[in-house]
Structures are given as C-alpha cells and as structure tokens.
C-alpha cells in the first residue's frame, strides 16, 4: 500500500506514521527526518539549513531527488507512507510521475484536520528523544525519566506560526490535487493517539 500523510505541523503525522508503518508493514519515509539527519551530518549546505530553521521549504528538486532515491529501494516493494512530502503541486506531480514509471500508483492520501490553536499547543510542547525518535508531549504524554529530549528548533511558537501559514499556502493546491484524483480522505485529528488510528486504519479499510 502506498500511502501519503498531509497534515500541518503538530498534526500527528510522524506518530501516526509510526504506528501505522507497522500495522500495514511498509517503512516510514519523512523528508523531514532525512533533512535533518543530513543537517546533523553536516551535509545540508547552510542556505538550507537556515530555510528550515526559519520554518520556509527546502526546493523541490531537492526533496524530489532524495525520495526518487528512498522509494526504489528494496523495503519499498510492499509499499510505503510519506510523511512530510509532497508539500507542493510539482513535489505531487513528480510524485505521480516516479510511480508511474514503474506502473505504480498511490493508493490514498490521509489528510489530518487540526485547529491552529491546538496544533501550537502540541509543537511547542513536543519533544522528541534522541536516541529511539519516539515523539513525546510534555502535557499530553509525557516522557519517561531518563529520556534524552531535543525541542526542534524550528517547534518555537514564532517559527510554528510560520510553518503553519506555509502549510496553508501549500495544502491551498495539493489538497484539490488529490480531491481530483479521488484518493483524498479527511481524517479529524483531534482526540487520543488511538482513536486516530483507528479513524485512519478504517479510511485506509484496513480495520
Ligand atoms: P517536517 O519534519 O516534515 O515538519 O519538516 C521540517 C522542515 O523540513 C520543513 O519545515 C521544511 O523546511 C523541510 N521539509 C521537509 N519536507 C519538505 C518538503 N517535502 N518540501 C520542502 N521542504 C521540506
């Protein structure tokens, strides 16, 4: 199954990508987890790693070369979900064309629907442990003792609100992308990490 997540920040695309990465048996691919493990190698040219600390997107050619790459490998047979990309019309297109030429297609693109106000609450308090990538929330679930925590710099409440109003300015035509395709589903994001899954594993009919 070839799945994407759309979704703002904080909307609950990377800890439900893990959950669901398992129950459908397809790896998790995140083009922000794969810039940011660039950046800690110290391969991420300066420029770009100043568009993402301000919370602006990194190019397309960019992105889209780093997934052409991730998707032809041998983990991605049974299908995969992408978290975090596309995030724009040509990052799609490219999408659509990748597969295409290997007579593949995406199955279903989960959007995740969250109020803005909610969303600040849940970025500026999430934090991640830097050993194992679990995602924690300091009010909502909060980390074991001993968890060694990293805020994302870019999780800063200034900086959110900027990423937020680049979500709405991208969602503003993937969203219609996909609707046209008929593969968009709508998934309230609101509530526990559980009944998120379930609404998700019944969009996807995997329930
Ligand atoms: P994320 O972890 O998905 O929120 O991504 C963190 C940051 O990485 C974003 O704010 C962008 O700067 C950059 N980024 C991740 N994915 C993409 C993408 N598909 N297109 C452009 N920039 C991206």
Redesign the pocket.
């Known amino acids: 199954m070839r799945v994407v997540f759309v979704g703002p ?1 904080g909307a609950g ?2 800890t439900q990508a893990k959950v669901i990465c398992v129950r459908l048996g397809v790896p998790q691919i ?4 794969m ?2 493990a660039a950046k800690s190698a110290g391969k991420l040219p300066a420029d770009l790693v100043a ?2 600390a301000a ?4 190019p ?1 050619g960019l ?1 889209i070369g780093l997934i052409d790459e991730r998707v032809r490998a041998t983990d991605c047979t049974p299908g995969f979900l992408l ?6 019309s040509p ?1 799609a297109e490219a999408l659509d064309q990748m597969l295409a030429k290997r007579g593949l297609k995406l199955d279903c693109v989960l959007a995740l629907e969250v109020p803005k106000e909610l969303l600040i609450e849940r970025t500026v308090l999430r934090r991640t442990d830097k050993r194992t990538g679990q995602i924690y929330h300091l009010k909502y679930s909060p980390p074991p003792p001993g968890a060694d925590l990293e805020h994302r710099a ?1 999780d800063r409440e200034e900086v959110v609100r900027k ?1 937020l109003d ?1 979500y709405e300015g991208m969602t503003a035509e993937l969203l219609p992308y996909y609707e046209g395709h008929g593969i968009l589903r709508r998934i309230d994001g609101v509530g526990s990490v559980d009944e998120v899954t379930t609404r998700i594993l019944s969009a996807l009919g995997a329930k």
């Open positions: 920040p695309k990377g995140s083009t922000g987890d810039l940011r568009k993402m919370g602006a997107l990194v397309d992105v978290d975090g990309f596309p995030r724009t990052q870019d990423r680049t």
